[in-house]
């Protein structure tokens, strides 16, 4: 296991995808794309799985329960496990990106409402096992991890964009939780250095429902493909010819 260090038409209420459903375990009902921006031309890819850490998708231990409930419903661990096991064999980079509090929190400022929820949970303390990923999400020996102390995009002083240069990573695609929070602050961070991003949307979950399909149809189509992840299996298949 490597380490890092420690548009469509417009209109205000119009949906850029149509939203039908989002009742857990079934999902959006997506329009897929004609053209899947990012991976269409051959682009080298990652996968990022984000936050998918006991302390946030187990709902026994999680600090917000509607999120987690989400996750299991949608049966995330078991998708995003599937679609990395597929990338490996693609030789396409597995980076799941979390975060853990150093010295009990105590070193993680609470400028925020979800900085301090954070702070006073022991869950996502770095000396707490529910601080590490999933046990149901597979992490194999040449993953990456990007694992940094504080703040709530995968970006942020961890290491992740130079492990993607070296990787000569040119498209993201984006797994896990949150579609209201930490998706859609990694999708601006990765457009703002010039990665392309593509959201497989049926691996990822929100904090509500409400706040799944308003990233969903509003926030995330401007920023980057979602898609479901049968649209993108034909990609990583032709990137190197395995299936």
Do not use: W
Not at 24 to 42: A, C, H, Q, S, V
Not at 51 to 76: G, S, W, Y
Not at 99 to 110: E, F, H, I, Q
Not at 197 to 214: L, N, Y
């Amino acid at each position: 296991m490597q380490s890092i260090k420690n548009s469509a038409k417009s209109g205000h209420n119009q949906p850029l995808i149509p939203y039908i459903a989002y009742i857990y375990g079934e999902g959006m009902n997506l329009t897929e794309p004609k053209r899947l921006r990012g991976l269409d031309r051959g682009e080298r890819c990652a996968l990022l799985i984000s936050e998918c850490q006991t302390a946030v998708i187990d709902p026994k231990v999680a600090m917000f329960k509607d999120l987690a409930n989400a996750a299991q419903a949608r049966a995330l661990p078991t998708k995003i496990s599937a679609l990395a096991h597929r990338c490996r064999n693609a030789d396409i980079p597995v980076v799941h990106c979390i975060v853990r509090l150093l010295l009990g929190g105590k070193t993680a400022t609470a400028n925020s409402p979800i900085h301090s929820i954070m702070r006073k949970s022991p869950f996502l303390h770095r000396d707490h096992p529910a601080s590490g990923i999933h046990p149901g999400i597979e992490v194999d020996p040449s993953d990456i991890i990007s694992d940094r102390a504080h703040g709530i995009t995968a970006f942020h002083d961890s290491g992740l964009e130079t492990a993607l240069r070296a990787l000569n990573v040119e498209t993201l695609i984006l797994t896990g939780v949150s579609t209201n929070i930490a998706l859609i602050g990694a999708s601006i961070e990765a457009v703002n250095r010039g990665f392309s991003v593509v959201i497989a949307e049926d691996c990822t979950a929100g904090a509500t429902p409400e706040t799944h399909a308003h990233s969903i149809e509003q926030t995330l189509p401007i920023l980057g493909t979602v898609c479901s992840t049968g649209a993108i299996m034909p990609y990583i298949r032709n990137q190197t010819g395995v299936s």
